[in-house]
């Protein structure tokens, strides 16, 4: 009568060492891959920027434009096109100067800046965008704006509603905080152009270097080597690292430039084998070689160049989706020549839009991993769905609104 209970006893042992074993490999096998990938990226040699001078710093309104105004329009760039760390006195009308007297007046601008947060329909884009005029109107007279901002910031601090400290500043939610924002931009600029930008801009060339090395996925954007975990590739490919001969176009005669060697992988997109030529043409001589939608790149291949797009009639379509080309679609391999086209010099070709201007894209394309696979690996995991081997995604009730 005990035996069937001893059988089950004996079966859940060994379920229980086969289980240990199977973890144990897979750690092992994790142990390994980390411990070659560490090796490669400690190992290999690195190239950040060959011209150190030629950081591209921005001067002082292209600077402000960014900070003040990060959806810069037609009108911001108006708004800033007199402004400078010397600025200059410009003619204004007679109610553009009685306003600028009433802001002079620190209790009306408390007062006036206290009455707009208070209405409802008030977005928080308003209120950043009502800080960055301020700062431009008051950009004169950076005492006064940080008496004005020191009064504001002490109000904050004084609402009921902000019972917790430590929440304070951590979002931009209120015109003194996007103030603030602005004010120390302006304050640390030199302090960024003259001392830290250099190895700021090498720490972060350094990243982009590195996480290069391995795949990105174009549509996901995420890669093998990260520093989020929420942002790794767990689904990486094999690839292969490649050399290409990069060759530029020169005038409409079928001149070209002198080889210019470029690092690159077989699963890279040909957006991305763009990108990488151009940083390495700006790392190598210091200055962009052209706009990214303003060229396209060739394949030698038997003699004659093959246009390389992102998406045509060779692309490969799994249901309704379909992959991104890369360069081991086109069968590229080590040591290839490739050719950068400009296309406002040679014009008769045709150009391709990207396909990352369509609003469906991460929808419609997919790179190195499928949304699809990646929903039904989830399933796997998902302890709510019931069998249904036709359409596995059909009655997932945590995944159907993800697929």
């Known amino acids: 009568m005990k035996m069937p209970f001893l059988n089950a006893h004996i079966a859940a042992i060994l379920y229980r060492n086969v289980l ?5 490999d897979c750690i092992m096998h994790l142990c390994l891959f980390v411990l070659t990938g560490f090796v490669d990226l400690q190992t290999e040699k690195s190239d950040l920027i060959d011209n150190v001078g030629a950081i591209p710093f921005l001067d002082y ?11 810069a329009g037609p009108l911001a760039a108006l708004l800033i096109r007199d402004i400078g760390q010397d600025s200059e006195q410009t003619t204004i009308d007679e109610k553009c100067q009685a306003f600028a007297a009433l802001i002079r007046d620190k209790q009306f601008l408390s007062c006036f800046v206290h009455a707009l947060e208070e209405q409802k329909n008030f977005s928080i884009r308003d209120k950043c965008t009502v800080a960055s005029l301020l700062t431009l109107a008051l950009h004169g007279d950076l005492l006064y704006l940080t008496e004005v901002m020191e009064d504001l910031l002490q109000s904050l601090m004084d609402q009921s509603s902000n019972t917790n400290p430590k929440l304070l500043l951590r979002r931009t939610e209120s015109i003194v905080e996007k103030l603030l924002t602005n004010w120390m931009s302006i304050c640390l600029y030199g302090f960024l152009r003259e001392s830290v930008g250099q ?5 972060v060339s350094a990243l982009t270097q590195q996480i290069s090395k391995g795949p990105v996925d174009s549509v996901t954007e995420k890669a093998l080597y990260t520093l989020s975990e929420d942002w790794l ?3 990486a490919q094999d690839f292969e690292a490649l050399k ?6 020169v005038g409409t005669g079928g001149e070209v430039s002198e080889a210019l060697e470029v690092n690159a992988l077989t699963c890279d997109t040909i957006q991305q084998v763009k990108e990488k030529i151009l940083q390495t043409f700006q790392r190598k001589f210091g200055f962009l070689f052209q706009h990214i939608r303003n060229i396209e790149i060739e394949y030698e291949k038997d003699g004659k160049f093959v246009m390389l797009q992102e998406v045509d009639e060779s692309s490969e379509i799994r249901g309704n989706v379909t992959m991104l080309n890369t360069l081991k679609h086109y069968k590229v391999g080590d040591g290839s020549c490739i050719k950068v086209i400009t296309r406002n010099v040679h014009a008769p070709l ?3 839009s ?13 790179h190195l991993v499928s949304s699809h696979r990646a929903c039904i690996l989830l399933y796997s995991l998902c302890t709510q769905c019931t069998d249904t081997p036709n359409d596995p995604l059909s009655d997932c009730v945590v995944f159907s609104s993800m697929c």
């Not at 309104?61 to 959806?71: D, Q």
């Not at 290409?244 to 176009?249: D, E, P, R, Y």
Request: aromatic share 18%; proline share 4%.
């Open 233 to 235: 590739l767990c689904q």
């Open 350 to 352: 045709r150009s391709q």
């Open 61 to 71: 309104k292209h600077f402000a434009l960014k900070i003040f105004f990060p959806e």
């Open 199 to 203: 190895p700021l801009f090498l720490l």
């Open 244 to 249: 290409l001969n990069v060759v530029f176009a």
């Open 354 to 366: 990207s396909v990352k201007d369509d609003e469906n894209f991460a929808v419609k394309y997919f």
């Open 20 to 24: 240990c074993l199977v973890v144990c």
